[in-house]
């Protein structure tokens, strides 16, 4: 089958947003992750935590600057790949993508602060400090960024007379009725994610016979910060979907195949849909949920497809990764849970090997529900680039090249991926935490 420009630009878009996610996400939540590590440090006087600290922060420079990279690809390819779009809303939203590169450099110029001011202080609690300001940039940057993905799903904050944008309110525009659960979501998540992927490399190592106090703090603090995001991000994940309810009814049903509107509406899980009748077979149901994620009711009125012009429907196979990105988040939050349960209750099963496995895993499933819920959030928004003003197809660049701009970008992403790897595996493997401790005179 033959590639047009538009479905050539839409892979490209998704190829860089994809690989992008997996840095970004992790430049948002492994600072969190250090500055709850030296802070365990200064308050209970303790070597392996600063040692943490000082770890994470070492691999998050790498992975910092590989998210330089691909963020810069993004904001090329808005341009080359959507210039339509960005004619039309770019004048909306250069607002907020400004405050994003603000936000990075702000974050910048105190990591290298940060970085080399280890040790150059009496009072740790002076260098702890300097965390502070990356935290606050990285995840600022995250909000400004994802404001402007809420501002194409719910767009508001300007008026449209024959074609064109007018009266501009900027931060109306930001602060658009999708803004609040969709910043919180993307923050939640980011943090759980981390956490998640920072224990599942040390239960992994653990596996491997690695039991110093160091690997076990690591799993304790990991674990714990793990279960906590877990709960917040499934309460958010609650309020996300009253939010689609009352703003975006056609993305929930077509998350939960529900064609009719009706009261007391089912929760579907799993199945597989007829197309010629919308019969869903093979699913779990779970009666009257649906009401409730939608309006906190089993009795509330939830609405269906067929309320909506089929051409309006998003695709419906939105569905399993709605499944997927929730099933994900289930699993993290059990797996934490016995994780703590054994901790405080169990000391025995602490250690596990069948719940090491369950946390190893967990690492890979994080990441993959955090590309689930992006594939989600930007595929069931479509037909819309703006929602109920531009159609994606209308945005789209009418040049004729963009088939070797994705075979450039995709060598350029799997060499930042394999260089990216090459050097976290080698920074590690060249100075284990063991030799570290050794060096430091820290008891293991």
Sequence with gaps: MELDTFMLSRILTALTLGFHIIFATIGVGVPVMIMIAEWMGIRKKDPH??????????????????????????????????????????????????????????????????????????????????????????????????????????????????????????????????????????????????????????????????????????????????????????????????????????????????????????LIIGGVLDKETNEVKGALEIPGALSILAHGSPNAEVKGLNEFPQELWPPLYVHYLFDLMVGIGFYLTIVASLFIWARVWKKRYEWNPWLLRLIVLGGPLSMAAIEFGWIFTEVGRQPWILRGYMRTGEGVTSAANVGEMLVLFGALYLALGTVCSYVLLRMFRKNPPELEMQNRGIKE
């Excluded at 979501?185 to 490399?201: G, P, Q």
């Design 49 to 266: 935590y600063f040692l943490l600290a000082r770890r994470w922060a070492r691999g998050f420079t790498v992975t910092v600057a590989v998210g330089v990279v691909t963020g810069t690809c993004i904001g090329l390819q808005l341009s080359l790949l959507w210039p339509r779009f960005m004619q039309m809303a770019g004048q909306v939203i250069a607002l907020p993508l400004f405050l994003e590169v603000f936000a990075f450099f702000f974050e910048a110029i105190f990591l290298g602060i940060y970085l080399y001011t280890w040790d150059r202080f009496r009072n740790r609690l002076s260098h702890w400090l300097l965390v502070i300001p990356v935290v606050i940039g990285s995840s600022a940057s995250a909000f400004f960024i994802t404001t402007v993905n809420a501002f194409m799903n719910t767009p508001q904050g300007f008026r449209f007379e024959n074609g064109v944008i007018t009266g501009i309110e900027p931060i109306k525009a930001m602060f658009n009725p999708a803004t609040p659960t969709k910043v919180a979501h993307v923050l939640s998540s980011a943090y759980l994610t981390a956490a998640f992927v920072l224990a599942a490399i040390t239960a992994w190592f653990i596996l491997r016979g690695k039991r110093s106090e160091y690997y076990r703090k690591a799993l304790r603090l990991t674990m714990a910060w793990s279960l906590i995001f877990a709960v917040s991000t499934a309460i958010i994940g609650d309020l996300s979907g009253k939010f689609l309810a009352d703003y975006q009814p056609e993305k929930l049903a077509a998350a939960e195949w529900h064609f009719e509107t009706q009261r007391q509406a089912d």
